[in-house]
């Protein structure tokens, strides 16, 4: 019977029915065969929101929205060009560092996909940049939104987890991040130099690179402040979220005077959609869970690893392989949420490192994100790059290939994770 549902859970995903209501149709087909009563469907989806973590979420998403109107972007975007410009391949470095700077920011692929994009894509054009590698990057390098803190997905796993804190996973994030950011460059690089694109000629003035630092500062600033007080023990990593909108209105209203208060409106209006779309997913996804338990599917998902997982590391390879496979059709929140109960009992019982696994399992999921057929950031960047989808899945291959392998380096070097959150108390 699990398996029945899961197939029309599947089908309902491939013939376009939106991800929350899949779920939610698949949870009533779980109950109604369970012999259950359709009142419990309301009461655990009310139970599954009522944590006081998930109110990062819509504040997150607001600081993010604020920051992105404020035009921190093309400050960015500046200060990255005038940094790092004139190596080979400029702009396309320009590209993955800036969303790494911005990531800081948003912890969303899809803002850095949509606010960044258009204005990396539109300066790469205009350098004679291959339209398609201009894309093609661009949506690699926006995955790097929800791995580097702050990342409302690490804190929907921290909750579903249960063993693990959101501060610890931020940390986490840091390392991965930072080790797909070079990967990229790396690529990137090659790319470059075999097609002849272009760079600069000659070095920005050092004094150029300091006043451009200095007017992107404010971006860099805010994952400064939120993990600096949280490690200091000034506010917790839920108070830290509505620090992050305060912040985000002081800089844009005070600080740079580009927008007034009635510009805050529609930042308001998108996080909230956002927020009611991410927030129904959870509440739908945790009635799902509830059915999925009374099935006993993560039990028997943990006997299977357990019976032909022989060890962490063939354990590690299974679980990447299936989060692959189920990034390639499912959005990162929802899969989160129904992997995640399923998985980490299974990864304990391993003795993997909590913050370790929380970590891959973000950065593998991410990787879902380009990967055809559903990817979402592919969605947006085809958007925004105005070509075919088609032409989408060919140009992400290669950085997709190189982002598997640094995913490789982060699953069996735990280091990579774990270095800065035990060097800081987790």
Not at 179 to 193: F, H, N, P, S
């Amino acid at each position: 019977m699990a398996v029945v549902l899961l197939l029309a859970f599947l089908v309902l995903i491939f013939i376009g029915v939106p991800i929350g209501f899949a779920m939610g149709l698949a949870t009533i087909g779980g109950f109604l065969t369970l012999g259950g009563a359709m009142e419990i469907i309301p009461t655990k989806m009310i139970t599954g929101i009522d944590n006081f973590t998930f109110l990062c979420i819509p504040l997150f998403v607001l600081a993010s929205e604020i920051m992105s109107v404020t035009g921190i972007t093309k400050r960015i975007v500046v200060f990255c060009d005038n940094l790092i410009g004139h190596i080979t391949g400029g702009l396309a470095h320009v590209n993955v560092l800036g969303s790494m700077l911005f990531a800081g920011i948003t912890g969303s692929a899809t803002a850095d996909a949509a606010g960044l994009g258009t204005i990396e894509i539109a300066m790469m054009d205009e350098a004679v940049y291959d339209h398609d590698f201009s894309a093609g990057v661009t949506a690699a390098s926006a995955i790097l939104g929800p791995i580097i803190p702050p990342s409302m997905n690490m804190v929907i796993y921290a909750v579903v987890a249960g063993n693990v804190s959101v501060v610890a996973l931020f940390l986490g994030g840091i390392g991965p991040g930072v080790v797909i950011g070079l990967a990229l460059m790396g690529i990137c690089y090659v790319m470059a130099k075999r097609n002849h694109y272009p760079k600069r000629v000659k070095r920005v003035p050092v004094r150029t690179v300091v006043r451009s630092f200095f007017q992107m500062l404010p971006a860099l600033l805010m994952p400064i402040i939120i993990l600096g007080g949280i490690l200091g023990g000034i506010f917790t990593a839920t108070e830290s979220a509505a620090i992050a909108v305060i912040y985000a209105v002081i800089v844009g209203i005070f600080f740079l005077k580009t927008i007034t208060w009635k510009d805050l409106y529609q930042p308001l209006l998108r996080a909230a959609k956002m927020t009611a779309v991410v927030m129904f997913i959870i509440a739908v996804a945790s009635a799902m869970g509830w059915a999925l338990t009374v099935l006993q599917i993560p039990q028997k998902v943990a006997h299977f690893f357990l019976t032909y997982a022989n060890n962490r590391f063939v354990f590690l390879l299974m679980a990447n392989v299936l989060l692959l496979i189920i990034g390639t059709v499912m959005d990162l929140a929802p899969a989160l949420l129904i992997m995640v109960p399923v998985l980490a009992p299974a990864a304990m019982s391993f003795g993997i490192d909590p913050i370790h696994f929380g970590v891959m399992v973000v950065v593998n999921l991410c990787i879902g994100l380009i990967t055809p057929p559903v990817g979402m950031t592919l969605f947006v960047v085809s958007n925004v790059a105005k070509i075919s989808l088609s032409r989408m899945y060919k140009a992400i291959l290669p950085f997709m290939i190189v982002e598997i392998i640094a995913l490789t380096l982060i699953t069996y070097v735990p280091a990579v994770t774990t270095t800065i959150p035990h060097l800081l108390g987790y």
